[in-house]
DNA sequence: GCCCTTGATTAGAGCGCTCTAAGCTTGTAG
DNA sequence: CTACAAGCTTAGAGCGCTCTAATCAAGGGC
């Protein structure tokens, strides 16, 4: 449990602490004797320098705060894995919080990172008050993804939900399908903008946009198949379903009221997660690339932090379509 | 960008930097008066104190290392929620690492995360070599979890994996099954015990334990299957996979074969992800209890940070079955 | 031989905080 | 009126490190 300090490396090695502390940064100027038994020092000791004292005497962070709201969702944790490439290549170290959902609780995570004074922050999807970004922004900067904002402060890295959207239904569309429902992922991140693409698309194919309100859950998907199939007389033959967990619970309704996927109704997913890519499964759905979002992220971060830019940038990332075998032509039931 | 300080705040509220840090710690002793006078300054600043130096001037710390090897994996991401549920609770902070399975990742994850001179340490299923896990309990506490040890100096939490198996050989052989074969994980976290409580308790049930290599991916299931289905010539009526990607990769296979699941096999997975509960999948399965083993392990932590225990203390959590669609009776084909 | 440069090393202040010990008020008993 | 305890408050050292400025040795030019 007794830590070595710079001291006793400088003791051992018979130099000042100032000249341990040029070799641990790997200064220049250090003659080559030294650096080496400094080294030697260091090692039997088994020392390494004390981040936070390092942190505090620099004036610098090599910490980056990461805020997620639910790490059991599998987008935010590929998002987390990311974050964490980048950042251990680049030197620094994650402090990670979760916020769940809960704009008190994301309130209190947000100020427990900052009171470790990091290099910069990363929000995933908060749904703390614009004017809780505001003030953070003020103390490092700040990168929300899956969130947009207008502050000229923070910086946003959002995947193009419309153009995801719109993604499916042209290839829903191309299927030959008419009748296309959308099951709305309600207030998560990310569905208003799949709402917004989903209408637009549908109405640049001259279609009528069917939205049914849900939520991004596989119970909430059953529901929503329930509600569609008894309130819509001739059944929608395609489905766009807010996200991957919702899009299976819409599958398992549908095999219960007897309709086959995809023979009887296509169903699209969001997010590409890795419940998608299962053969049992197999869901054809809208990839986010998320280690490209966390890569432009920290990168974004990180260009604040070294003062190369000071306008707010907006990433937009292009969604791509994941074609699996939950969509098919539409099986000639009448064209309406 | 600029941070106040704790001098701010008592020049601002006309008292000593001193008393500014017993207000901020809650210390008695303090006037009502003054312990006002300097809330609203700490307020009207938009103060709070600097973890680092803290941290530093006490010599204690409030953070705790966490090294997962990956955060896809749903077990850990549970874990580590569990994790910060508790940490947030008691004031903790967790700095968060991944290794990635690869040892030489995981001893720099390591070491990155000591040089936070962190209270105590967690290691989610390390690959690590036992005597780096040695070297970190010189120099904090470590917890490991789904890893075993017999160092003296470190604390394990795990579930009793041979006790689950049993728990699905149970289940199974009550269902009427007699040739149940186990999908074996190979050399992933807890795939040993798994192996040997199936091996075990089949035949302590009188029954002839049929182990297939397999991994804990879902494509590894489906090969695994098809390798079963052409070695034994009377196809196994039951499974025990190693996971629950596993087991849907294996009814994948089976489906394939014109098998039903579980009408002519019953097929049963292990950890309870949130895959196994959706209804389309409803998957048999072991759940192991990952809020208690989190909780555990934190606890573990501090008891040692307080110095309120020495020796090691081992926790072989008991896991339970959650029964579900995949499973049935033996459909009555010959009894061997 | 002297002055300068250049590169290597170190002394010492200070980062923002905690903590011990000392100082300052009061109130009260003698 | 003095003494002293109890309750508040503060001065100042120090946590482990970085960084600036100073020191020092070793040449090199004249």
């Given at each position: 449990m007794g830590k070595p300090t710079m001291e006793d490396v400088a003791a051992r090695a018979g130099v000042s602490r100032a000249l341990v502390s040029l070799v641990m940064r790997n200064?220049?100027?250090?003659?080559a004797q030294r650096r080496a038994a400094v080294r030697k020092a260091a090692d039997e000791l088994g020392y390494s320098p004390h981040v936070m004292a390092r942190s505090l005497a620099s004036r610098t962070s090599t910490v980056l705060g990461v805020m997620v709201?639910?790490?059991?969702?599998a987008f935010f944790a590929d998002v987390v894995e990311g974050l964490d490439a980048a950042a251990q290549a680049a030197g620094f170290d994650l402090i990670l919080n979760t916020g769940g959902r809960i704009p008190s609780r994301e309130g209190a995570a947000l100020r427990s990172l900052l009171s470790f004074r990091p290099a910069g922050v990363v929000l995933l999807?908060?749904?703390?008050?614009a004017a809780a970004i505001e003030a953070a922004a003020r103390q490092c900067p700040v990168v929300l993804v899956s969130r947009t904002s207008r502050l000229s402060t923070v910086d946003t890295v959002n995947d193009d939900g419309e153009a995801g959207a719109a993604l499916a239904v042209e290839h829903l569309a191309q299927l030959g399908h008419r009748r296309i429902a959308h099951l709305d992922g309600g207030g998560a991140a990310g569905a208003a903008a799949r709402r917004r693409g989903f209408r637009q698309a549908m109405r640049a194919h001259g279609l009528e946009p069917i939205v049914v309100r849900s939520e991004h859950t596989d119970t909430a998907g059953e529901k929503a198949v329930q509600e569609l199939l008894s309130s819509y007389?001739?059944?929608?033959?395609?489905l766009l379903a807010g996200n991957d967990f919702n899009a299976v619970g819409a599958i398992s309704a549908l095999e219960e009221h007897g309709?086959?996927?995809?023979?009887?109704v296509s169903v699209v997913g969001y997010d590409n997660t890795s419940l998608a890519s299962l053969r049992h499964i197999s869901l054809t759905t809208v990839d986010q690339p998320r280690a490209e979002m966390a890569r432009l992220a920290f990168d974004a971060l990180l260009e604040r932090v070294r003062g190369e830019r000071t306008e707010p940038v907006r990433h937009l990332l292009h969604p791509s379509l994941v074609v699996r075998e939950t969509t098919g032509p539409n099986s000639g039931e009448a064209q309406r």
């Open positions: 200064a220049p100027n250090v003659s709201n639910d790490l059991r969702n999807s908060p749904v703390v008050p007389s001739p059944a929608p033959t395609a309709l086959r996927v995809p023979e009887d």
